[in-house]
């Protein structure tokens, strides 16, 4: 017994005829006389006195029309709920990120959603990303932004950019620099676990190019102050700057190979997709999004679809 069904016993004790009533719900009647006596063999009961003049309701089916009503009005009011949640909704959402990711979209992430969804409050955490992942399958989290090298099984995850790391404080001849010229360098790095890290330790393990970490650091600001007061050169991706964008360094995107870590936004695939859920995650892929097309999102781009 379906919310219709009830709709179409209503519209017929209305009409006082099963064939108007077929007119106006636009059923054959045939179907919708099966569809009343079914209804009377679910209630137990006969609902509807038949005549060659119409139908009117027996005394069950007067009351039973009354609580049909009711019954509704009241999905009305639940549906009402809903379409108002969809276009207004509300709630809290928690996005965790690496302090990289965090640097790129809080700000105008927090502005979007005030903007926009006033009645959503956003939780922002940042961890190392090697964690972010497992506090999402937790539950900890509502969404997630990941690097591939993090993303599990239990993930409902949806690629949105690149970006490729470049060297800060180690002159070059333009805007390019060779991965093999950080050999026997002094750098400033991100302890572990950390993206940026891992992604240029594996490429100089795999070309033997053995570069000397002298501090590790997990601030991007400190990190560029140690390399302006010359302690060593450091490698990061440019959203990592932020305003932080040293005119007074060099910088030069690694080449010979380039660098690139894949940004990803990740919810679990056993969470439930709410309205507001929803909606933040959409602000935030269109953010990382215009990061990518953004002038300032030097060495960023839209992740190109999987064949």
């Known amino acids: 017994m379906d919310s219709r069904r009830i709709k179409n016993f209503v519209t017929v004790v209305e009409t006082g005829s099963i064939a108007r009533a077929a007119q106006v719900l636009h059923i054959a009647q045939p179907a919708l006389s099966v569809q009343m006596r079914r209804m009377e063999s679910l209630v137990g009961c006969q609902l509807l006195s038949r005549s060659s003049r119409g139908v009117v309701p027996t005394a069950t089916g007067i009351e039973f029309c009354r609580r049909?009503?009711?019954?509704?009005?009241?999905?009305?009011?639940?549906r009402a709920i809903g379409q108002e949640q969809a276009s207004s909704p509300s709630g809290h959402v928690v996005i965790g990120t690496a302090a990289s990711?965090?640097?790129?979209?809080?700000?105008?992430?927090?502005?979007?959603v005030r903007e926009r969804y006033p009645a959503i409050t956003l939780g922002l955490l940042e961890s190392p990303s090697v964690y972010i992942a497992e506090l999402l399958l937790r539950g900890r989290l509502d969404i997630a932004v990941m690097f591939d090298e993090n993303l599990f099984t239990g993930m409902q995850v949806l690629p949105v950019i690149e970006e490729d790391l470049f060297v800060i404080g180690l002159e070059a001849k333009g805007e390019e620099i060779d991965l093999?010229?950080?050999?026997g360098?002094?750098?400033?790095?991100?302890?572990?676990p950390n993206s940026v890290r891992t992604l240029l330790d594996r490429a100089c393990a795999d070309r033997g190019i053995?570069?000397?970490?002298?501090?590790?650091?997990?601030?991007?600001?400190?990190?560029?102050?140690?390399?302006?007061?010359?302690i060593g050169a450091t490698v990061l991706p440019w959203s990592m700057l932020g305003a932080l964008q040293p005119s007074d360094l060099p910088i030069a995107r690694i080449t010979n190979p380039v660098l690139t870590r894949s940004i990803s936004v990740a919810t679990a695939l056993d969470a439930p997709?709410?309205?507001?859920?929803?909606?933040?995650?959409s602000l935030l892929v269109d953010l990382l999004g215009q990061q990518a097309s953004s002038s300032q999102g030097e060495g960023v781009r839209l992740k190109p679809p999987c064949d």
Do not use: C
Request: net charge positive; aromatic share 2%.
């Open 210 to 230: 053995t570069p000397e970490v002298v501090t590790e650091v997990s601030s991007p600001y400190t990190m560029v102050q140690l390399v302006r007061a010359g």
């Open 180 to 183: 093999q010229r950080l050999d």
């Open 185 to 192: 360098v002094r750098l400033v790095m991100p302890a572990r």
């Open 101 to 112: 990711a965090a640097n790129m979209i809080a700000v105008p992430l927090v502005n979007a």
């Open 68 to 78: 049909a009503k009711e019954t509704l009005k009241m999905l009305e009011a639940l």
């Open 273 to 281: 997709q709410s309205p507001h859920l929803i909606a933040v995650k």
